[in-house]
């Protein structure tokens, strides 16, 4: 019931910042939880991190914890994920998800590359 589009992704270096957004079109943004997923090439899928409607339940993988946060804007139709100290490791296809832990991650974006390479 939601698309999402994800940019932000690009090439930087170790230690280095980027920002990821994800855009939303639909009219229930408000009101389901979102959540970040990363593959890199010939690994599994992983969770990131994840965010409930109203921001109250947060969650991240223990590999990213105190470095990358995550945030929604409900007037904007947005969720943020902001990446710091970046390593070659966090280097994948990033992607957005719309549902739930409970009920699945029923719409996905189209994914944004994140390359961290020196």
């Known amino acids: 019931q939601v698309q999402l589009v994800e940019s932000g992704g690009g090439l930087v270096q170790p230690g280095a910042s980027l920002k990821l957004s994800c855009a939303a079109s639909g009219r229930t943004f408000g009101r389901i939880a979102m959540a970040w997923f990363r593959q890199a090439p010939g690994k599994e899928r992983e969770f990131v991190a994840s965010?409930?409607?109203?921001?109250?339940?947060?969650a991240y993988t223990d590999s990213v914890k105190g470095r990358f946060t995550i945030s929604r804007d409900n007037a904007k139709n947005t969720v943020y994920l902001q990446m710091n100290s970046l390593k070659p490791d966090d280097t994948a296809v990033y992607y957005c998800?719309?549902?739930?832990?409970?009920?699945?991650?029923?719409?996905w974006g189209q994914g944004t590359q994140v390359t961290v390479s020196s």
């Open positions: 998800a719309a549902g739930s832990a409970g009920n699945g991650w029923y719409n």
């Open positions: 965010i409930s409607r109203s921001s109250y339940n947060i």
